[in-house]
């Protein structure tokens, strides 16, 4: 079965303490992204990555790193810079990056809390 | 900058009706049009895609697409109370890497 995963479901943090999420897929997509989703709100991105070894800053990436040394694993590491870090979080993949019509898949997203 | 809005709703239509969701766009350059539907607590799933003007139909589900006036709908036809969620709209443009988002309708079908 080809797809994303996305582990934990839930994750616990208390304050002060950095936290990686994990994003895999078998796809065989180029693209990789992670959104940050709040209750009510549309999806905002935080990191995208076109090709292996190399990734771009979203709108939101303030508090956040990503790594991408293969091309199915991009993981997501939430540090304690990030001021307001509980929220959903939805890992994507897509094909190719730069062709239009290529939709994106969604992981099922981990929900993280920081207490 | 790019800009994809949707009315966030609720939008309410009794089990049956026709569900009418609809969404502008502001980039002229935008050439695909995806639309997403979220259950409450999980992942965006695709449910259409259209990239030529009219209209794109698949069981239930139809995707207008107007390019002069850059607007997508997605009606939903004989809707169920299983439809409720909130669907997202989204475009991309040639050559970029990131699709761009609206932050969604939320829909109710009551029986």
């Known amino acids: 079965d080809g797809g994303i995963t996305q582990s934990p479901k839930y994750l616990f943090r208390k304050e002060g303490q950095n936290v990686t999420l994990s994003c895999e897929q078998n796809l065989n997509h180029d693209a990789m992204y992670w959104y940050r989703q709040d209750p009510g709100q549309g999806l905002r991105l935080i990191y995208y990555s076109q090709i292996v070894n190399d990734f771009q800053k979203g709108d939101i990436a303030e508090g956040y790193s990503v790594s991408r040394e293969k091309k199915e694993s991009f993981p997501l590491t939430v540090t304690s810079a990030q001021k307001n870090p509980t929220a959903f979080y939805l890992c994507a993949s897509r094909e190719q990056a730069g062709v239009s019509s290529y939709e994106q898949y969604f992981g099922p997203g981990t929900r993280l809390t920081v207490t | 900058q790019k800009e994809v809005e949707q009315n966030s709703g609720p939008l309410s239509v009794p089990e049956g009706a026709i569900a009418s969701l609809n969404c502008t766009y502001s980039d002229r350059g935008s050439q695909s049009f995806f639309w997403y539907r979220q259950y409450s607590g999980k992942s965006p799933e695709l449910i259409m895609f259209i990239y030529s003007n009219g209209d794109k139909e698949d069981g239930r589900f139809t995707a207008q697409l107007n390019k002069a006036s850059q607007y997508v709908s997605l009606l939903i036809r004989d809707s169920q109370p299983s439809d409720s969620a909130t669907y997202l709209c989204?475009?991309?443009?040639?050559?970029?890497?990131?699709?761009?988002f609206g932050r969604g309708t939320s829909l109710i079908v009551h029986p």
């Open positions: 989204a475009s991309t443009h040639g050559g970029s890497y990131i699709p761009t």
